[in-house]
Structures are given as structure tokens and as C-alpha cells.
């Protein structure tokens, strides 16, 4: 068994803010990042796949197909987008990178069959870093 | 308790099945399979892992690490065409993958069973967006203690 991880980029703001509480509390919650009009991030993704070497190939990921399918599922809807208003999972979810690894975790594991049929390889990890100083990974 | 140390070396490479036509290797492995090759800055990290030794305090000296990194992947492999100049690229793919088992594979037969480090991860960059963790084939007897 390998692991390949395969870093992707993707620009995008967000605005932390929830209806359940008042503008006081958020701003006490959320700090900063409660800021009305919201800020943006560079944000880095790695995603870990777990699988077998093909003898034949060498391989345990055909990175072409797992570059098209996170271009396809992710980068091509995040990159650049105010997050809060032009990604569907964030009109209810708040777009922290909590739920920003789940919302992608989602959307790759919806397709994931139909790339790769085959027992292997596995999504096995996310890890997204918001900034230099913050990671959130997710082992599925 | 787990100790890493780093190595780099450069080298090209190509990926391409001899059996296949240049369009179908662009498939299965894009602009790597460039027939003229390409070449890239390897990062290569190597995790030990052991409980540190009463007398000296360490796992393993890392000047012998490093030695070892050297000898078996750095010196053979650095500013060289893995492809025509390092067996056994000469009938294996270069891949990422296939580097990283050919590396573990070298660096094993200096950590065998009983001693107290032992070969835990090999973990190769093949660019700052690319790598691959390798820990041993438990079907091989070079799996890692995990």
C-alpha cells in the first residue's frame, strides 16, 4: 500500500456568522473573522489516496484523473468565490474550514466511484490549511 | 518515538509503457510521460522509529542516517536519468510510487529485524504538490512496525 498526497490550491472569502445568535455574540465567537463584509484566504488542499501500486503502471492513482475530478468538484465552484453566497452548502452551513473539509469530503466521495471503480484507490484524507498558523484535516 | 531526516537530489525521468503509443501514456501519466524526459527536485524524508538508547541518548546517530541516505539514494541517484542510468528504472517505471518502494527497499537491509531503529516511513516529494508515503509490503517482510 502507498499513500499519494496531491496538494491543490484555491483563493476564496467567507464571512463566519450565524443567525442563532445575536451581533454581539458572533463578533465575541467568531472575532475577525465576523468581519460584515467578509475576508479571504489562500487556502492549500491535500488530498490523501491510499491504494495498491499497479504493477503494470506503477502507479496507485492516476493523478489525471484525480486532478480533473477535484478541478471538476471543488476548484472549479471555490476558486474565487465569496464562499457565504455562491457555494450552495454554505446558504445554511457557515463556511468555517470545518465545514469547508466536509462540503468537499462530500462532493469527492459523490463521483469517486464513477472515477475510480475499483476497490482502489481510497479517499483517505483532507487536509486544508486556512492560513500558515491553521490546519483541519480529516481522516475518512 | 519517531526521528526524520531529509535528503535532496535532482533527477529526471520519464513514464511512459514501452508497449504503449505516446497518446496513451499522456493518459495514464500526463506531461510526465514527455518522451524526451523532465526531471525534478526530490525531497526525500526517512522516519526511524525506537525508544532512545540509555547510553547515548539517541535512536540512531543521524550522521550514520545520513551516511546511509547518501550511499544508497542520494550519490546514485542525484543529477542522473533514473530511466537509463539507475537500475531498476531501466525496466520500472519511475513513477513517484515506484521510487519511493525502490528506496525503502535500499535503505531496509541496513535496519534489520531486532535492532532497536527500524525503517518506519519514506516519505518522497516528488514537487511541493506531489508526494508519496511508503512504510514496507507486509507480504515482503520489510513492512514497518506499526
Not at chain 1, 12 to 31: I, K, Q, V
Not at chain 1, 42 to 66: F, H, K, R, S
Not at chain 2, 40 to 55: A, I
Request: with cysteine; hydrophobic share 35%; proline share 6%.
Amino acid at each position: 500500500m502507498i499513500r499519494v498526497t496531491r496538494r491543490f490550491r484555491f483563493s476564496a472569502s467567507h464571512r463566519l456568522h450565524s443567525n442563532r445568535f445575536t451581533d454581539a455574540e458572533n463578533s465575541e465567537l467568531y472575532g475577525k473573522c465576523n468581519n460584515p463584509f467578509g475576508h479571504g484566504h489562500d487556502y492549500v488542499l491535500d488530498i490523501g489516496v491510499l491504494g495498491p501500486v499497479e504493477p503494470a503502471t506503477g502507479l496507485a492513482v492516476n493523478l489525471q484523473a484525480l486532478d480533473r475530478l477535484v478541478q471538476e468538484c471543488v476548484l472549479n465552484d471555490f476558486e474565487h468565490r465569496y464562499l457565504n453566497e455562491e457555494i450552495e452548502e454554505f446558504a445554511e452551513a457557515i463556511p468555517t474550514s470545518e465545514n469547508i473539509v466536509l462540503a468537499i469530503e462530500e462532493r469527492l466521495r459523490r463521483r469517486w466511484h464513477s472515477i475510480f471503480p475499483g476497490d482502489w484507490p481510497r479517499l483517505e484524507n483532507m487536509r486544508l490549511q486556512e492560513t500558515k498558523r491553521n490546519r483541519f484535516e480529516l481522516t475518512t | 518515538m519517531l526521528i526524520t531526516r531529509k535528503a535532496e537530489f535532482s533527477a529526471s525521468h520519464l513514464c511512459a509503457l514501452p508497449g504503449l503509443s505516446d497518446e496513451q501514456n499522456r493518459e495514464i501519466y500526463g506531461a510526465a510521460a514527455n518522451p524526451k524526459g523532465h526531471g525534478h527536485n526530490y525531497t526525500l524524508e526517512v522516519t526511524l522509529s525506537g525508544e532512545p538508547d540509555p547510553g547515548t541518548g539517541m535512536i540512531f546517530d543521524l550522521k550514520k542516517l545520513k551516511d546511509i541516505i547518501s550511499r544508497t539514494v542520494v550519490d546514485p541517484m542525484d543529477h542522473r536519468f533514473l530511466n537509463y542510468e539507475v537500475p531498476p528504472f531501466d525496466r520500472v517505471v519511475p513513477t513517484a510510487e515506484n521510487l519511493a518502494i525502490e528506496i525503502w527497499n535500499r535503505l531496509a537491509t541496513h535496519f534489520p529485524k531486532g535492532e532497536s531503529a527500524q525503517l518506519y516511513n519514506v516519505r518522497l516529494y516528488e514537487t511541493d504538490d506531489l508526494y508519496v508515503d511508503y512504510a514496507g509490503d507486509p507480504g515482503a517482510g520489510t513492512e514497518a512496525r506499526r
